[in-house]
């Protein structure tokens, strides 16, 4: 079965500091995409980046990259320069081509200290 | 403007009653979502859509029912049957199965039962 952890509930990071949100995966599907979401208070949810499993390279997106080691199972989202604006809960994600679902990880609350 | 609208924003509920949840997208998406969300909590699937008049459970359908009667839209209904229905409730589609795209999120009703 497919699962998504993301073991920090809350991180802190100080203003225009870069800050790495962990996330592990489990999948025996060769082809799947891993995401990352952002969902302010206000509760609705942003795609942030987008990683394939075939991909060689990581992605990135601005100020978002995400750290793919596909031999460790993780896909880490790296945001560098924080902003106040950047506190939110993020959510890791993932789907696999097959599928019609996906599941998301329990969420890292990030705080961004001025 | 394409995107998914989620009506209402907040919504009431007496013990014992039937409501129902609005989602409407106008990206020509073939697969359409509902996910809850416990406070603290990641998103728990529902049900979901592949193409219309068609639909699957998800992890916790117990107490919800769905119609996929037009493309474009995708209800909602939380009943009497659901012991625990106050949470927030998220909408999303993507293009379908067979890619990996990312999910486009409405902005979510919270419901509360009083």
């Known amino acids: 079965a497919q699962k998504i952890t993301q073991t920090q509930p809350g991180m802190f990071v100080q203003e225009k500091e870069a800050v790495t949100l962990d996330c592990t995966y489990d999948?025996?599907?060769?082809?799947?995409?891993l995401f990352w979401y952002k969902q302010p208070s206000s509760g609705e949810m942003i795609f942030l980046i987008y990683q394939g499993s075939y991909d060689q390279q990581n992605a990135t997106e601005g100020r978002y990259s995400l750290n793919f080691q596909k031999a460790r199972k993780s896909a880490n989202l790296v945001i560098s320069a924080s902003q106040l604006g950047d506190s939110a809960m993020y959510f890791c994600a993932m789907r696999d081509t097959g599928g019609f679902k996906t599941i998301f990880g329990a969420g890292t609350r990030l705080f961004v200290k001025a | 403007d394409g995107g998914i609208t989620q009506s209402p924003k907040y919504l009431f509920r007496k013990e014992g009653q039937n409501v129902t949840l609005s989602c409407e997208q106008n990206?020509?998406?073939?697969?359409m979502y509902w996910y809850r969300q416990d406070p603290g909590q990641g998103l728990r699937l529902i049900y979901y859509s592949q193409i219309v008049n068609d639909f699957q459970k998800g992890d916790i359908a117990e107490g919800y029912s769905v119609s996929r009667e037009k493309k474009e839209s995708f209800p909602l209904t939380v009943t009497s049957a659901q012991k625990n229905p106050t949470a927030f409730y998220l909408c999303?589609?993507?293009?379908?199965?067979?890619?990996?795209?990312?999910?486009?999120f409405g902005q979510g009703t919270r419901l509360t039962v009083v």
């Open positions: 999303a589609s993507s293009i379908g199965p067979g890619t990996v795209a990312e999910a486009f």
């Open positions: 999948t025996s599907d060769p082809s799947y995409g």
């Open positions: 990206l020509n998406h073939d697969a």
